[in-house]
């Protein structure tokens, strides 16, 4: 009795020595991702911001044509292999705003969309495990942090850079539409990007799509090594 005892005791204590060895493996693997997530970027803001200006200097509202511009130039700058050449649009609820986007890339350290509206939403940006970089393409966005008394205004052309962990409101009045990069750690924010349709939409099928492209694109990339 005494001995079998003792033998449950110890295995409780191997398995919490497993755990706690795991744990470490994990946190250090983490942190060693961490501190090296710059080295996984195939995408530049800067390169984005140039690229996003000078398709919009070439077909102004016509914002199907700079989207073809912009991802042409990608091909070209970045590598077809990283990139999602079919438009699969899908609607996107998050944070109370509802747009629809077009996954261009999907890695676990990158996204990049085509996100908009050609109605208008406003909503909560999520408080996210990644840097945001949202150019605008076609139309004004605006944003608000709280102890502001004044409206963020990103027009046509210009960027909306929203840091890793910060929160804003946003708001686009009408027809908007941007190149929305992020870099960072993707997976977590996928929370954010389907808790809207558990909780208010119910639309199984774009959760489906999403899911598909999404996973598709990310796997994909980490089959060809990109993390
Ligand atoms: C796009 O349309 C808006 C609204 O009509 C206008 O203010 C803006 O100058 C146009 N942009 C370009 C690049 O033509």
């Not at 609607?91 to 996100?115: D, K, P, Q, R, V």
């Not at 027809?175 to 960072?184: D, K, P, T, V």
Request: glycine content about 10%.
């Amino acid at each position: 009795m005494a001995a079998s005892k003792n033998s449950a005791a110890a295995k409780g204590t191997s398995t919490l020595t497993i755990l706690a060895l795991l744990l470490a493996a994990f946190a250090s693997l983490f942190y060693y991702l961490e501190q090296h997530l710059e080295s996984f970027y195939v995408f530049e803001p800067e390169h984005l911001h140039d690229l996003s200006q000078r398709a919009i200097a070439a077909h102004g509202n016509d914002t199907r044509a700079v989207v073809s511009y912009i991802v042409s130039e990608l091909d070209e700058k970045v590598g077809g292999k990283y990139l999602n050449f079919d438009e699969e649009w899908v609607f996107n609820n998050a944070g109370g705003a509802m747009g629809a986007m077009y996954i261009i890339h999907a890695s676990i350290t990158e996204y990049l969309i085509i996100f908009g509206t050609s109605i208008g939403t406003e909503g909560h940006t999520g408080r996210h495990t990644a840097d945001d970089y949202f150019h605008i393409l076609q139309g004004t966005q605006l944003a608000y942090t709280p102890g502001s008394y004044e409206p963020e205004v990103y027009p046509q052309g210009s960027v909306h850079h929203l840091h890793r962990g910060d929160v804003k409101q946003y708001k686009m009045d009408s027809s908007c539409f941007a190149l929305e990069y992020a870099r960072g750690w993707i997976p977590p924010m996928l929370g954010f990007g389907y808790a809207d349709t558990f909780t208010s939409t119910l639309d199984f099928p774009t959760l489906w799509a999403t899911t598909r492209i999404t996973g598709r694109e990310m796997i994909g990339n980490l089959l060809q090594g990109k993390i």
